[in-house]
């Protein structure tokens, strides 16, 4: 059974720190991963999707890495800003027995504090 | 584009009543569409998800159920609220092709 784990739980920085979060999954398995936002009350806004095939992928100050292998991801902040305060989750797209693409398994998320 | 709504944004039942909960996409063609669950301190819990018109899968047991009477429309229901219900409800999709997922904003249902 897949399961995804982010560590840390929370986190909190000063404004125009660097900082990594990281995400793993027990099952290489995978179709995608995907990190996402979630702001208090609010839905989930996808950041990046890094495809099986993929190592890395980069929006402006976002960087994620995918080492399938391992079964490990994660998301590089650059100068981190107050306006990323936010929950991000990560999550996989599991692979069926048999090839088929199968449902998003999440993880419970990193809540992130930057502070001014 | 394609967008995803999902409404209400807010929710208040008492316990037994009935509860119908609306998702539709636009500018996509037959989505695999979702409904998960989110309560306070927990993970997003996979309640259902949708391959195709009236095709739906429940991963959980529950006093939910869903349908897709049409390709871009999924509906969450309940005939019976029960306090444990309350949560946050999300809808989701993903194209034809199973790439990207994308989320609506979400509906706070309180039951009381």
């Known amino acids: 059974k897949q399961e995804v784990t982010q560590i840390p739980a929370a986190l909190s920085v000063p404004e125009g720190e660097n900082l990594v979060l990281n995400c793993s999954f027990t099952?290489?398995?995978?179709?995608?991963l995907q990190w996402f936002r979630q702001d208090p009350g609010k839905g989930l806004t996808s950041l990046l999707l890094i495809q099986s095939s993929q190592r890395e992928q980069t929006s402006g100050r976002l960087n994620a890495s995918l080492d399938k292998s391992s079964g490990r991801s994660t998301l590089y902040i650059a100068a981190s800003q107050p306006g990323d305060s936010a929950t991000y989750l990560c999550a996989v797209t599991h692979m069926n027995y048999g090839g088929s693409q199968g449902n998003l398994i999440f993880g419970k998320g990193t809540k992130l504090s930057v502070k001014p | 584009s394609q967008t995803i709504h999902q409404w209400p944004a807010t929710l208040v039942q008492p316990v037994g009543s009935p509860l119908s909960l609306e998702c539709t996409v636009e500018?996509?063609?037959?989505?695999?569409l979702y409904w998960y669950r989110q309560a306070a301190g927990r993970g997003l819990q996979l309640l259902f998800y949708?391959?195709?018109?009236?095709?739906i899968s429940s991963e959980v047991p529950q006093n939910l159920s869903a349908s897709r009477p049409q390709d871009r429309q999924f509906i969450l229901s309940s005939k019976k609220l029960l306090l444990s219900d309350s949560g946050f409800y999300l809808c989701a999709y993903t194209d034809n092709q199973n790439t990207e997922a994308f989320f609506g904003q979400g509906t706070r249902l309180t039951v009381v």
């Open positions: 949708s391959i195709g018109i009236d095709q």
């Open positions: 500018g996509t063609s037959n989505p695999n």
């Open positions: 099952d290489s398995a995978i179709y995608n």
